[in-house]
């Protein structure tokens, strides 16, 4: 549930209008607290690491390099478009490689946080990491390709923007075909009934509490969200009153 955590993290935090130190050890902390290999979660890395071929700085200029970055983000980011700012935030953050494990995962959370501050996905119904984990050869070679371009961000840029656009036609796609029909009723889906249902293909099952957290919303809210899914036969709950869940309509 890490990648879950953070995602509901950045989206609570969306409307903030200056970020801090804090606030980007408190992401990491949530999405690699419990897989880091090496070095302290939330804590800017005290270790040299290597990412291939690619020494990041030395551990002792991470929270000066962070600083500069955080002070460009609260300020000049703000007069690009969002989908350049993010890109140009998610290469540096991993060129910075600030922690000592996690960078990867909480660089694209810091990407995409970026879009839900600036506004691009209201509804926060995407993440672009989904194109990244299933690209992982040319989403290393593009950002490798930075360096060896000598800081040359162009094809960087293209690149994500390529992820940006190919991720949101897909969400656009299912958000118009998930139709499901039961007799004569037809159910086409909300954005966060999308969401749901992508967040129910990727876990064993969610508890009523946990849906209510992630989509940010009442309970009574969620139940009414939920309803046309189960009487659809997308969505189903399993287990005692208690100790429900919520399941996908095609699982066991």
């Not at 970055?69 to 600030?98: D, K, Q």
């Not at 159910?187 to 989509?215: C, H, S, V, Y």
């Amino acid at each position: 549930m890490n990648y879950f955590a953070g995602l509901r993290f950045i989206e609570k935090n969306a409307g903030l209008k200056r970020i801090t130190h804090e606030h980007i050890l408190k992401l990491q902390a949530i999405i690699a607290g419990g897989v880091m290999d090496q070095g302290r979660a939330g804590q800017y890395r005290a270790i040299a690491v290597r990412v291939g071929r690619f020494v990041p700085p030395p551990a002792n200029e991470v929270s000066g390099l962070m600083h500069e970055l955080l002070a460009w983000w609260n300020t000049r980011a703000g007069g690009l478009s969002p989908v350049i700012s993010s890109a140009v935030l998610h290469y540096r953050f991993e060129e910075i490689h600030p922690f000592a494990d996690g960078n990867g995962r909480t660089g694209r959370a810091i990407a995409l946080w970026e879009l839900y501050r600036r506004g691009f996905d209201s509804h926060h119904i995407f993440s672009v990491d989904e194109f990244y984990w299933s690209d992982r050869p040319r989403y290393y070679a593009a950002l490798d390709g930075v360096r060896r371009a000598g800081g040359d961000l162009t094809a960087w840029l293209e690149y994500a923007a390529e992820g940006l656009e190919r991720t949101l036609d897909d969400v656009w796609r299912r958000v118009q075909t998930i139709v499901a029909q039961t007799g004569q009723k037809t159910i086409f889906l909300q954005p966060k009934q999308e969401k749901l249902l992508r967040m129910l293909e990727n876990n064993r099952g969610l508890t009523p509490r946990e849906i209510w957290d992630a989509l940010c919303m009442t309970r009574q809210g969620a139940s009414k969200l939920i309803k046309p899914l189960m009487e659809a036969g997308l969505v189903r709950r399993v287990g005692g009153k208690k100790t429900g869940r919520y399941i996908g309509g095609d699982k066991s």
